[in-house]
């Protein structure tokens, strides 16, 4: 039968998830029952059960996988890491029936999770997401006083012609990662210098963000997790270093009192308790901003530095949110 856990952690990520296993042993470690699940084992491996409208609590019941079960009432903190939502594909529905039924998963447990005000999230889906579009990530940076570089956002062709003619070196960035494919190979969409006479009239079809390109020396990756700040200097060479991580040197460095501080305020403005940002340093030594991963990569470089991420994430999600 399945064990009843008191003040569980749910993590909630897909099932192949190397970062997550990392933080999960850290719970361990202390002794804190953590749930895993993923959305998409709906139907198959995951039932929730929840009442509303009862004297017991305004959301009561359970989350429940084959082998644990966790009480709502009693959740501590919520690890929303890489969650994937189930499709229903080749499950015998139909298109329109798999679509319904997405969503009442999607409204459904999550709702019902969204429901809960007793938990610590990292980080609550609702505020990431609200979190994760570039024209406000740029715009909350320069209000908090971080150095942003010049960038426009348009479709209109003209003024993106203008703008790149005006500036030395600009740069392309897309404003959303998705899934695409060429030819039936995945590609990726790094940030490519851009030239006035590359462009044409399919720039009207979506907006495009160009920047221009700072006369970086290192990248900087710096993981937020609660009020710990964890920044790691990344010299490549190369405009985008997630091109090639064989070629990537690291260093552990510190922030400028100001830049940490303005980083912690940026996480405060958006209600978001983690973070990974991405900052540049260019040839003067001065930092620029140039985006805010809500759920970031950053397992990997625990393993080359050292730094205790996990222990914090785990340290974190134990203090969770319920007294």
């Known amino acids: 039968m399945p064990s009843t856990e008191e003040r569980p952690v749910l993590v909630a990520t897909e099932a192949a998830d190397v970062t997550a296993d990392m933080v999960i042993t850290e719970l ?29 609590a305004p959301a009561a019941g359970q989350v429940r996988t084959l082998s644990r079960t966790a009480e709502l009432s009693c959740v501590r903190a919520v690890y929303w890491r890489r969650p994937v939502w189930p499709t229903f594909q080749g499950c015998g529905l139909n298109e329109d029936d798999a679509r319904f039924a997405t969503a009442q998963v999607r409204y459904g447990l999550g709702g019902t999770l969204y429901a809960l005000d007793g ?4 980080n ?23 150095a942003v570089p010049p960038t426009i956002v348009t479709n209109d062709l003209d ?8 500036h030395d070196q600009v740069i392309f960035k897309t404003l959303r990662w998705t899934p695409y494919e060429r030819d039936g190979v995945p590609v990726t969409g790094w940030a490519e210098p851009v030239t006035a006479t590359e462009l044409d ?3 009207r079809v979506a907006p495009h963000l160009f920047q221009v390109r ?9 993981l937020v997790v609660g009020r710990r700040v964890f920044a790691v200097r990344i010299d490549s060479g190369m ?7 064989s070629a990537l040197s690291y260093s552990v460095v510190d922030l400028p009192d100001g830049l940490e501080k303005a980083l912690l305020a940026f996480l405060d403005h958006f209600g978001l308790v983690s973070g990974s ?28 530095t050292g730094l205790e991420m996990s222990a914090a994430f785990a340290d974190l999600l134990t203090q969770g949110g319920i007294t």
């Open 28 to 56: 361990n470690r202390r002794g804190v029952p953590v749930l895993r699940f993923n959305p998409a084992d709906m139907g198959s491996g995951l039932t929730v059960s929840a009442r509303f409208g009862t004297r017991q």
């Open 124 to 146: 609550h889906p609702l505020r990431a997401a609200a979190s994760d579009y570039k024209p406000t990530q740029l715009a909350s940076a320069q209000r908090l006083g971080l």
């Open 159 to 166: 003024e993106a012609k203008q703008f790149i003619t005006a």
């Open 277 to 304: 940002f991405d900052l540049a340093i260019d040839r003067t030594g001065d930092y620029w901003w140039l985006e805010l991963n809500p759920n970031g990569q950053w397992g990997w470089l625990e393993g080359e």
């Open 214 to 222: 700072i006369d970086k020396v290192a990248d900087v990756r710096v």
């Open 201 to 203: 009239a399919s720039v």
């Open 119 to 122: 938990p610590l999230w990292v």
């Open 239 to 245: 405009l985008d270093w997630r091109k090639d991580y």
